[in-house]
């Protein structure tokens, strides 16, 4: 028996509307890159924020991985605003500074994806796959619109299916899977 997705024209352009989720990252101690970190964990995009950001990359000696996690941070202020291009600057300074961080990969696929450049985020999205993320359901979930955008319903299927696994709680995912009709052939 094979399953065949299928989604009506309406659920397909729901789906072009439908926001990428962004993964933030914890920054230890104190000052503007913890400010930055709360920011972003917060759901904040307010230019004031990304200010914040700009200045601890500017004046606060970091290490390395709060550093990458401050472009990260800044980033997903930017991505929120749908500044995808900007968004991928900062993912991609952070990828320079820390290339293990996962984090940095899910969202930079997340902009791609939101940028409409799907195979570009899904080779991001498989890599922090790969490398381990915090919140793995947000790279499901990114990688289900990538495939969406692609074309692959049968594995945008399974991949919101797996977002929703992981946080059952989280309606993105759930919100998404109502939009696909299951058929056996």
């Known amino acids: 028996m094979t399953r065949i997705l299928q989604l009506s024209l309406a659920a397909a ?3 072009a509307l439908a926001a990428p989720a962004a993964a933030s990252v914890t920054v230890l101690g ?10 972003a964990l917060n759901g904040e995009s307010e230019f004031r924020f990304e200010t914040i950001c700009t200045k601890a990359l500017e004046t606060e000696l970091l290490t390395p991985r709060d550093r990458a996690g401050t472009f990260v941070n800044r980033g997903v202020l930017k991505l ?3 500044e995808f291009a900007a968004a991928i600057f900062d993912f991609d300074r952070a990828v320079d500074t820390k290339p293990d961080l996962g984090e940095a990969y899910v969202n930079r696929g997340a902009a791609a994806v939101g940028a409409r450049h ?3 985020g899904l080779a ?7 490398l381990g993320v915090e919140e793995p359901e947000k790279a499901y979930y990114n990688r289900a ?5 692609l074309d ?5 299927y399974f991949d919101y299916q797996k977002a929703s696994e992981l946080a059952p709680d989280w309606e993105s995912p759930k919100k998404e899977l ?7 052939r």
């Open 13 to 15: 352009a729901a789906m």
């Open 124 to 130: 991001d999205l498989n890599k922090a796959l790969e």
């Open 178 to 184: 109502a939009r696909f009709t299951v058929e056996r």
């Open 30 to 39: 104190g000052g503007l890159a913890h400010e930055c970190a709360e920011a």
């Open 80 to 82: 929120r605003r749908r």
């Open 145 to 149: 619109l990538a495939y969406e955008g």
């Open 152 to 156: 692959n319903l049968k594995a945008a």
């Open 118 to 120: 799907y195979a570009d």
